[in-house]
């Protein structure tokens, strides 16, 4: 069991940058972990993923604009996002998947891989 804590949303200008914060309490190294965004009335997508032995991904309106990190010191993910363009309004969401044999295979940025989820934090981005 794992319970998710983001922080750090709010609004900035097209092309600003943010860091988004994921506190994670509860057997932090058993869990793979990743981000999510849901934009209003579209599904909810994954934008990056970081396992417990640093291997990264990231959606495709992730790739060289943001970056996922993890601070296993702190039990803490982050999302540093930079350019940030207005299609980057969304609620975005810490998710936890339990390790199977030590391995995050089936996590990634599946959905319905991950049990444990966060409140969200809401990033908007406009002028």
């Known amino acids: 069991q794992v319970y998710l804590v983001e922080s750090g949303g709010g609004s900035v200008q097209p092309g600003g940058s943010l860091r988004i914060s994921c506190l994670v309490s509860g057997d932090y190294g058993a869990h793979c972990m990743a981000w999510f965004r849901q934009a209003p009335g579209k599904a909810r997508e994954g934008v990056a993923h970081v396992n417990s032995d640093g291997a990264i991904g990231y959606g495709a309106a992730a790739k060289g604009r943001f970056t996922v990190s993890r601070d296993n010191a702190k039990s803490t993910i982050y999302l540093q996002m930079n350019s940030l363009i207005p299609e980057d309004t969304a609620m975005y969401y810490c998710?936890?998947?339990?390790?199977?044999?030590?391995?995050?295979?089936?996590?990634?940025?599946?959905?319905?891989?991950?049990?444990?989820w966060g409140q969200g934090t809401q990033i908007t981005v406009s002028t």
């Open positions: 998710a936890a998947k339990r390790r199977v044999l030590g391995s995050c295979i089936g996590g990634g940025l599946t959905e319905s891989a991950y049990s444990y």
